[in-house]
C-alpha cells in the first residue's frame, strides 16, 4: 500500500507539519504539507477516509492515521488493501507523477475539443477508453456506464465511430454525472463507500443504467442489458445505445 514510501518516511516528513492545501487530480487525493510535502491518497475499490475524535477505538483494517494537534484522527480504513498511499517531497515531484499516470482531469479539464482531440484516430471501444485514467483521469466503471447511457452512446461502439454531435454530448454527460454524484456525496453500495463523516452516498437511488439489469430503461421502458467488456460489467438500454453508429447528417 506504500509504493514509494514507508511507515517510517511518512512519520519522519510529515510531523510537525501543518497542512496548507486540499486538492484532488482523478481519483487521487493531494494533502499539500508546509515544506512542500505531498501526501497522496488513492482510495480505489474499498478504501475510506474517516474523521474520528481522539478516542475513538481503531476500525478493523485500518492502516494509517494522522493525529491533529487538537486530537482529532483522520484514518484511512481499507478491507481489501487496495488503496495506495504516496509521498512526495516537491510539488515538482508529485507533478511528474501525475502527468505519468494520468490524462485530463474529467471534472475540471475535459471538453469537447478536448475529447474530440483525445478519440481522433482511436479505434478501441469508447467505454474501454473511458476506464483509462491515462486516457481522461476520475471517471470509474459506473460513472462511464452512467455517462453512456446519457448520451445515448452503446459502450461497444468504436472511438472513430463517434459523431462530433455524440462527442459533443458525451463530454457534455461525463461532467454531469460526476457532477450529480458530488452533490449527492456518492453512490454506495453496502457499507463499502462512505464519506469522511462515516455516512453513505445517496447516487446510487437515482442510476439510469448501472446494476439496474432488466430493469426498465427510464427514458424509454426497454429493460437494461448487460454485457462483460475487459473483465468489467456494462450496463446500457439497447434501444436508446445502438451499437451501430447512427447516420447523422453532417
Same mark, same amino acid.
Given at each position: ?17 501543518? &497542512? ?19 501526501? #497522496? &491518497? ?72 478536448? !475529447? ?14 473511458? !476506464? ?9 466503471? !459506473? ?33 454531469? #454525472? !460526476? ?47 448487460? &454485457? #462483460? ?13 445502438? #451499437?451501430?453508429?447512427?447516420? &447523422?447528417?453532417?
Amino acid at each position: 500500500m506504500l509504493p514509494n514510501t514507508s511507515e517510517a518516511d511518512i512519520s519522519a516528513a510529515l510531523d510537525g507539519l501543518r &497542512i496548507d492545501t486540499i486538492g484532488r487530480r482523478g481519483k487521487y487525493l493531494l494533502i499539500g504539507f508546509e515544506t512542500d510535502r505531498w501526501l #497522496v &491518497i488513492h482510495r480505489k475499490m474499498s478504501g475510506n477516509l474517516l474523521l474520528r475524535t481522539h478516542d475513538a477505538p481503531p476500525e478493523v483494517h485500518t492502516h494509517l492515521e494522522i493525529e491533529f494537534d487538537d486530537g482529532t484522527l483522520l484514518r484511512f480504513v481499507d478491507p481489501r488493501k487496495f488503496g495506495r498511499v504516496y509521498l512526495f517531497h516537491s510539488a515538482d515531484e508529485l507533478s511528474d507523477f501525475l502527468t505519468d499516470h494520468l490524462g485530463p482531469d474529467s471534472l475540471e479539464d475535459l471538453n469537447e475539443e478536448i !475529447l474530440v482531440a483525445k478519440l481522433r484516430g482511436r479505434k478501441g471501444r469508447i467505454k474501454s477508453l473511458l !476506464l483509462d485514467q491515462a486516457f481522461v483521469a476520475g471517471i470509474g466503471n !459506473l460513472y462511464a456506464d452512467e455517462a453512456l447511457w446519457e448520451a445515448r452512446v452503446h459502450p461497444l461502439r468504436s472511438a472513430d465511430s463517434l459523431s462530433k454531435i455524440e462527442v459533443r454530448r458525451l463530454a457534455r454527460a461525463i461532467k454531469t #454525472v !460526476l457532477q450529480r454524484g458530488i452533490e449527492r456525496n456518492g453512490t454506495s453500495f453496502s457499507t463499502t463507500y462512505r464519506d469522511v463523516d462515516d455516512q453513505p452516498g445517496e447516487n446510487q437511488s437515482f442510476l439510469n443504467a448501472y446494476g439496474r439489469e432488466s430493469q426498465p430503461c427510464p427514458r424509454c421502458g426497454r429493460p437494461i442489458s448487460r &454485457i #462483460v467488456i475487459g473483465g468489467r460489467s456494462a450496463y446500457f438500454c439497447p434501444r436508446c445505445q445502438k #451499437v451501430a453508429p447512427s447516420r &447523422i447528417r453532417r
